[in-house]
C-alpha cells in the first residue's frame, strides 16, 4: 500500500483504504478501481490523495507509518474537545490529557520508531492534524532524550494545545502563507499565542510548563521570536521541543508557510541549529525522522528510481529502496531491492511523485 496523489490518478489504480468524507460517511470502499473522473470528483471534495495498492506499492511497511496511526486513533478526540472549549463555551479541556497519555503510550511502544510524515493532509484536518503531529514528534523527542515522565506528560498536553489560541482568530487565515498578510494581519496571527495562554491560564489542572508551551513555541535561541523575543537558557525546554516540531510539521505541509518536501524540511532544520533551535534537539531530532517515508519514490545520484519500502532506524537518510527502473529508464522486469545502509556509493538526490 502506498499514499498516491490524486493529479497522478491513471484510471486503474485499486484503493488499498475506504475513502471518507468530512461527515464520515464512505465515498469509495477498498477494493474498488478509482477512475480519473472520479479523481477529479474527490479533489472537488477536498480529498488530494488516496492508499492504492499497485506493484509499486508491494513490501511496503505501511505499519510504520506513525502520523497515521496516530492521527486516525486521536484526531476526532482533539477535534471534539478543543472545539467544544473554544467555540461553545463548554466541555472539559483536561480531558486532552487521556489523549495525550495515549500517544505517550504508543512512543514508547515503538521505541525505535522512525517518525514517518506523509506531507499530504486535507484542509478540513489540517489544525488538528498538525497539533496530533506535533506532539507525537515532540514525544518522541522527549522520550528519546530521557526527560524526566513527568516533563514528557506536560510537554504532550502543551504540544496538543499549543495552538488552541488560532481558534480566536477573526479572519480566515488558512489559506494562505504568512507573508501574504498584511502587517495588521500578521500581528493579529502572532497573538494566538497570547489567546492560547489566555484561554488556559484559569485551568489549574495545567502545569506552568504545558501553558508556557502554549506561550512561547515559537521563541527563538537567537532572540527573533514572539511574544517576548526570549533567547537561549530564558526558553524552558519544552517550548524548545515544541519550537522544532512545530515548524518541521508546518514546512511539510504549508501551514502558513511555503511547503518543502521532507528532506528539504530537515535540511531547514538543520541549518538553524544553535541559531534559531537548540543543538541538541535538532541532534535526537534528525535521528528521529524518517527522510523519505515509506512509499516515497526517489531518484538517485545514478539516475535511477526506487520506492521506500522500509527504514533503516539508525540512519533515516539510507532507507531501503524497490527499484523501480534503471540508469537508463527501463523499468525492472524482476524484484530489486537495495538497502542504501549497504550499497554505500547511492545517494538519493530527490523525491517524486508517479
Known amino acids: 500500500m502506498r499514499r498516491m ?21 464512505v465515498i469509495m470502499s477498498a477494493g474498488s478501481v478509482i477512475k480519473k473522473e472520479y479523481a477529479r470528483r474527490l479533489t472537488e ?92 514528534l515532540s514525544v518522541l523527542l522527549a522520550l528519546r532524550m530521557k526527560l524526566p515522565k513527568v516533563k514528557v506528560r506536560e ?41 492560547g495562554y489566555s484561554s488556559v491560564i484559569k485551568e489549574d489542572w495545567l502545569t506552568l510548563s504545558a501553558k508556557d508551551i502554549i506561550l512561547c513555541h515559537h521563541e527563538k535561541l537567537d532572540g527573533s521570536g514572539y511574544p517576548f523575543h526570549k533567547k537561549a537558557d530564558k526558553i524552558k525546554i519544552g517550548s524548545k521541543i515544541v519550537a522544532v516540531c ?24 538543520v541549518s538553524q541549529a544553535g541559531v534559531k533551535f537548540d543543538f541538541d534537539i535538532v541532534n535526537c531530532f534528525i535521528e528521529s525522522v524518517a527522510a523519505y517515508p515509506n512509499g516515497t519514490v526517489v531518484i538517485t545520484n545514478t539516475g535511477e528510481k526506487g520506492i521506500v519500502i522500509r527504514q533503516n532506524v539508525k540512519s533515516p537518510t539510507r532507507p ?14 524482476t524484484w530489486v531491492e537495495k538497502d542504501l545502509n549497504k550499497e554505500l556509493t547511492i545517494i538519493i538526490e530527490d523525491t517524486i511523485e508517479l
Open 320 to 333: 531501503v529502496l524497490h527499484m523501480i527502473s534503471d540508469v537508463n529508464g527501463n523499468k525492472y522486469t
Open 155 to 195: 510537554i504532550a498536553v502543551g504540544s496538543l494545545l499549543h495552538d488552541i489560541g488560532y481558534n480566536s482568530m477573526q479572519f480566515d487565515f488558512m489559506n494562505n502563507n504568512y507573508n501574504d498578510f498584511n502587517k495588521l494581519e500578521q500581528k493579529e496571527l502572532m497573538k494566538h499565542v497570547i489567546y
Open 45 to 136: 471534495l477536498d480529498i488530494f490523495y488516496v492508499y492504492v495498492e499497485d506493484e509499486l506499492s508491494k513490501g511496503i511497511a505501511d505499519e510504520d507509518n506513525t502520523e497515521e496511526k496516530i492521527k486516525e486513533q486521536c484526531q476526532d478526540i482533539v477535534k471534539n474537545i478543543i472545539d467544544k472549549y473554544s467555540y461553545q463555551g463548554y466541555g472539559e479541556l483536561e480531558n486532552i490529557q487521556e489523549v495525550a497519555e495515549q500517544i505517550i503510550g504508543d512512543m514508547i511502544q515503538q521505541p525505535e520508531v522512525l517518525f514517518n510524515i506523509s506531507g499530504v493532509r486535507r484542509k478540513s484536518e489540517s489544525t488538528y492534524s498538525h497539533s496530533i503531529n506535533v506532539c507525537a
Open 246 to 269: 512545530d515548524v518541521f510539521d508546518s514546512i511539510v505541509y504549508g501551514f502558513l508557510c511555503p511547503k518543502m518536501k521532507v528532506h528539504h524540511a530537515i535540511d531547514y532544520i
Open 5 to 25: 496523489l490524486l493529479d497522478s490518478i491513471k484510471g486503474h489504480e485499486l484503493l488499498a483504504r475506504d475513502i471518507i468524507s468530512n461527515s464520515g460517511i
